[in-house]
Nanobody
Framework: QVQLVESGGGLVQAGGSLRLSCAAS????????MAWFRQAPGKEREFVAT????????YYADSVKGRFTISRDNAKNTVYLQMNSLKPEDTAVYSC?????????????????????WGQGTQVTVSS
């Protein structure tokens, strides 16, 4: 069983930055691909970014590419999402997710159903 706890959300003006963190309880955190998803009110959950077990490869949704950066520190069992140049349309609850993957996998899936473990989420609100 893996527990994920997000932090770092808040209210920020458009153009500002936030860094989200997701702390994992997994004893073998480096065996999991990690991802961030978001869900705005009245909308479906949306893939944001994913990162491989080692952190060597990443993949982003087109809507955040060039503005967001996913990273991880396996020594601290933590994955991060650095969000720059935030826009009002980035407003959502952001959740991290984990799935065990083989060592050769480039990164996790963009499909939320592929993930076994989820955090409770953290609210990000971007004002215009």
């Amino acid at each position: 069983q893996v527990q994920l706890v997000e932090s770092g959300g808040g209210l920020v003006q458009a153009g500002g930055s936030l860094r989200l963190s997701c702390a994992a309880s997994a004893r073998t955190f480096s065996s999991y691909a990690m991802a961030w998803f978001r869900q705005a009110p009245g909308k479906e959950r949306e893939f944001v970014a994913t990162i491989s077990r080692s952190g060597g490869t990443t993949y982003y949704a087109d809507s955040v590419k060039g503005r967001f950066t996913i990273s991880r520190d396996n020594a601290k069992n933590t994955v991060y999402l650095q969000m720059n140049s935030l826009k009002p349309e980035d407003t959502a609850v952001y959740s991290c997710a984990a799935v065990p993957t083989r060592s050769t996998a480039p990164y996790g899936s963009t499909w939320y159903g592929a993930y076994d473990y989820w955090g409770q989420g953290t609210q990000v609100t971007v004002s215009s």
